[in-house]
């Protein structure tokens, strides 16, 4: 029988991670963290185009039951959310934390402290939601949060626009990457996210981490303890590209990386001023991605209702 997977941040030395909570820093002086490469100084307290300065935002740190089922299993995903974004979404579901920043300050220690509460209410993992701006303190914190104690897995939850540099001083720090793969197509990226470059850029970074990470791996209870969950949120009139999207997937890291295709979109923020995105997606625009992955040969995760009847019609897991 496998051994189940400690927590690579377990080990490393820790000379090794201060080294990388250094370069973290030294990232963010004149600010590379993300694609965006804005140069802001943020140490100097200069907002980058994140919205994000030299102190740590966060909106809320929670246990969460609504992930897909290996993140959330029975006890929860131990979430933080963090104020602001690399990317500018139309449509972000989450705008107020994205957009306008709404959330409290926290330095490394607090935010250590957090996560040691979370463990300690049973969270599966610590589930770090849109933290590529700010993780020079994020990894400060779990560098803390382990001296204190700090032993389960540890997610990053992005939006899949990232930035090779920041993903190599993550190598042995993440356990679970859960990227998105949003869009196939630079000119919806362009126009709803603001992102030009946001394929190639997000092909690369899924590559990098699945490097680092491979293949999902979950223990006896379901639970993930590593690897890489891609998620692919279903937009209406297929401008999320979902089959070239699939393609992708299935040719460059191939067919045993599982995709979790999420049929709540709704017009939030600016989306109700498009004619092209202004209502949720219909039940078959969703099963069209469906069958897609099906057709693909790939696996993944299915949000239902009473109108998919995904198991009796396709047979999927």
Do not use: W
Request: proline share 4%; hydrophobic share 35%; aromatic share 10%.
């Amino acid at each position: 029988m496998k051994s189940k997977p400690v927590p690579s941040y377990l080990t490393i030395s820790n000379s090794e991670f201060i080294a990388k909570i250094d370069g973290l820093y030294e990232l963010s002086e004149n600010c590379g963290l993300c694609p965006r490469k804005c140069g802001a100084k943020r140490l100097k307290g200069e907002k980058g185009l994140c919205g994000a300065a030299d102190k740590l935002k966060i909106a809320s740190i929670n246990l969460h039951f609504g992930e897909e089922p290996p993140i959330s299993g029975k006890t929860g995903s131990g979430t933080v959310f963090f104020s602001g974004c690399s990317l500018k979404c139309k449509f972000c579901q989450n705008y107020p934390i994205s957009r306008f920043c709404v959330g409290n300050i926290y330095d490394a220690s607090e935010l250590a402290g957090g996560m040691i509460k979370l463990q300690e209410k049973g969270a599966c993992n610590i589930n770090l939601v849109s933290s590529a701006h700010y993780m020079p303190f994020v990894a400060e914190a779990i560098y803390l949060a382990k001296e204190q104690g700090l032993k389960i897995p540890i997610v990053y939850n992005s939006s899949g626009y990232e930035e090779e540099k920041l993903l190599a001083f993550l190598d042995k720090i993440i356990d679970i990457y859960l990227p998105d793969i949003k869009y196939s197509d630079d000119r919806y990226a362009l126009k709803y996210s603001g992102a030009p470059d946001y394929v190639g850029v997000n092909r690369k970074a899924l590559k990098v981490m699945y490097g680092q990470v491979g293949e999902l791996i979950v223990d006896k209870n379901g639970k993930a303890v590593r690897g890489l969950l891609i998620r692919h949120l279903v937009l209406p009139e297929g401008i999320s590209g979902s089959a070239d999207s699939f393609e992708y997937i299935g040719r460059a890291l191939g067919d045993n990386v599982p995709i979790s295709l999420m049929n709540q979109y709704f017009p939030a923020y600016k989306a109700a001023y498009d004619s092209k995105i202004n209502r949720k997606i219909t039940d078959d625009e969703y099963l069209d991605a469906v069958k897609e992955i099906i057709r693909m040969n790939l696996t993944g995760f299915f949000q239902r209702s009473d109108n998919l009847d995904i198991d009796n019609m396709y047979g999927l897991i």
